[in-house]
């Protein structure tokens, strides 16, 4: 991998989109040192802090602020979403580099590219890495 993409366990910042209450990857980041975000509406769980490296809110990624329809399978409900920008100024890390953004959101992955392209270039050059599913089967 190229070094200006390497994670470095003392100073990495992870957000995280789509937990669905499986958190083995927010946990295993924080345990390699990162502080890591992570974000899900449909869980029915508050905002808290999951642990020291982890914190957990109930909000969902969108290409706008507002409620939004989200779920998967049979099950869909009106949940809180935010622009990505908005979430990383929420927390205080804006200007500062992100090392990996990871998104399992069953659709949201389109607006989240969409406004990170159009409206939000200048947060995008400080993301290291992407890692997110594409659901092209539900388009």
């Not at 995280?16 to 958190?23: A, C, E, K, T, V």
């Not at 295993?28 to 642990?51: I, K, L, N, W």
């Not at 622009?83 to 992100?98: D, P, Q, S, W, Y």
Request: with cysteine; glycine share 8%; aromatic share 12%.
């Amino acid at each position: 991998m190229d070094e200006r993409f390497r994670i470095d366990p003392e100073n990495c910042t992870v957000f995280s989109f789509g937990i669905n209450r499986d958190f083995s990857f927010e946990d295993g980041m924080g345990r390699y040192g990162c502080q890591v975000f992570a974000y899900d509406p449909t869980m029915g769980v508050e905002d808290h802090q999951r642990s020291e490296k982890v914190r957990f809110f109930a909000t969902g990624i969108s290409n706008y602020n507002g409620t939004k329809l989200v779920g998967m399978g049979k099950s869909w409900s009106m949940q809180k979403v935010d622009r990505f920008e908005n979430l990383v100024k929420a927390v205080g890390m804006e200007g500062r580099t992100i090392d990996v953004v990871k998104l399992d959101v069953e659709l949201a992955e389109i607006d989240f590219l969409q406004d990170m392209l159009f409206n939000s270039r200048h947060v995008l050059k400080n993301i290291k890495q992407i890692a997110m599913e594409i659901h092209s089967d539900l388009y």
